[in-house]
């Protein structure tokens, strides 16, 4: 019972303490799940987050369902999709009663917009740490850095669409298996 009680902790504070959607959620669990309570490791909070956005639904709630999952079963899932979305649900109708009365205010304009900015530092972050770990894991790092800087380019130049990246990004990195298999296949 006492994991239950963490899982609705942890998943409830990243919910709450969280702006921005999945993405700015992302150093949030890692910080919780990985480095505070070492329930998964980083390379499976990835992995949760790569299904997750392959999967339909929202992509933090569906990472909090595996994360809880992988460590509870389905109940553990089920408890930690809960205890993600009630802070957000509970904000939301807050957001709806009180707040909308206040939103032309310049100050809270001023605190939404340092809050913002609180979450690109967080993204730069992990986008600099998930770039420094697959650097150093990489056996190609000079094909790995050109997919990184073709798809930034792809992304700023061409303004493609993430599924157009994402393709294109897989493919180049399958090439060079490509040609191997193709050498091999002709001896």
Request: contains cysteine; glycine residues 8%.
């Amino acid at each position: 019972m006492k994991t239950y009680w963490e899982l609705i902790i942890s998943f409830f504070k990243t919910g709450l303490f969280t702006f921005g959607g999945g993405l700015a959620m992302l150093p949030i669990i890692k910080a919780e799940v990985v480095d505070r309570r070492k329930w998964i490791t980083e390379d499976e909070l990835f992995d949760f987050y790569a299904i997750s956005q392959c999967t339909p639904g929202i992509i933090i709630v569906n990472t909090a369902t595996f994360c809880g999952y992988r460590l509870k079963g389905f109940w553990g899932g089920v408890v930690a999709t809960l205890a993600v979305i009630t802070p957000s649900i509970l904000i939301i109708t807050l957001i709806a009663a009180v707040l909308s009365r206040f939103m032309d205010n310049p100050y809270l304009e001023s605190a939404f917009s340092g809050i913002r900015l609180g979450v690109c530092a967080l993204l730069l972050n992990l986008i600099f740490d998930l770039g420094k770990k697959i650097y150093t894991q990489s056996s190609q790092k000079k094909l790995h850095i050109g997919i990184f800087l073709g798809a930034c380019f792809m992304l700023l130049v061409f303004k493609a669409s993430a599924v157009a990246v994402v393709f294109t990004a897989a493919l180049a990195g399958f090439l060079p298996y490509l040609r191997k298999f193709r050498k091999r296949s002709h001896k």
